[in-house]
């Protein structure tokens, strides 16, 4: 039965997101908010998590899984980016944004896409997501928590309690987070290639 963790939205109590940090580094999996919509989450290297992410959401290799980073030092240690790539990046963060970039040598194997040998970043400006990556010290892995055979996530945390209560370890509610997923670009080309429209602009990306 999945831990349930009710946390202000604007104030974060210290004892509740100690609490959940305490969790992920244990092995568990998490579903917690974002500035897009809820996500699963686990501890980097955390095979067994990662195992069942891919059973609930039903992934196959080919998936980018996310590293949702604090910020651009810890974004830094994950992903190979140029000059060029960084201003672009920069000016879009924090936000509901994720970038499929080469993965560095910190990346494990299994979170790497087959062939490119890439991997998603990036950094939420969602007040509780950032009080979890600041006390966790690391990105959290993760993934948009859509079920299969659904157009949209869930957004309300007593739901995601309800339906996933045997299948992941604890639930992070501060209210709704909104439905629609990030936008995703991918700069592993060169250019900037936007895979998915979602709740980021991609205006400045066209």
């Known amino acids: 039965m999945a831990k349930y963790f009710d946390v202000h939205p604007e104030n974060p109590q210290p004892r509740t997101i100690s609490s959940v940090t305490d969790l992920v580094r244990s092995g568990s999996l998490i579903a917690y908010p974002t500035d897009s919509c809820f996500a699963l989450g686990c501890q980097l290297g955390n095979r067994e998590a990662l195992a069942r992410m891919r059973t609930i ?6 998936h980018h899984f996310t590293l949702v980073c604090q910020n651009f030092a810890q974004l ?28 560095s040598s910190e990346v494990p194997r299994q979170l790497l896409h087959p062939k490119k040998k890439t991997v998603g970043v990036r950094i939420p400006d969602h007040v509780v997501t950032q009080a979890l990556l600041a006390e966790l010290g690391e990105p959290l892995l993760s993934t948009t928590l859509l079920l299969p055979d659904e157009d949209e996530p869930m957004t309300q945390g007593w739901e995601i309690k309800e339906r996933l209560d045997h299948v992941v370890d604890a639930v992070v509610d501060s209210g709704d987070c909104g439905t629609q997923a990030t ?13 998915r429209r979602g709740a980021g602009d991609t205006e400045r990306f066209e």
């Open 57 to 62: 959401r039903r992934l196959d290799e080919r």
């Open 76 to 103: 830094g240690q994950f992903v190979h980016i140029d000059n060029a790539v960084f201003r672009a990046i920069k000016g879009a963060t924090p936000g509901a944004y994720t970038f499929i970039l080469p993965a």
């Open 183 to 195: 936008t995703v670009i991918d700069f592993s080309g060169g250019g900037a290639e936007i895979v």
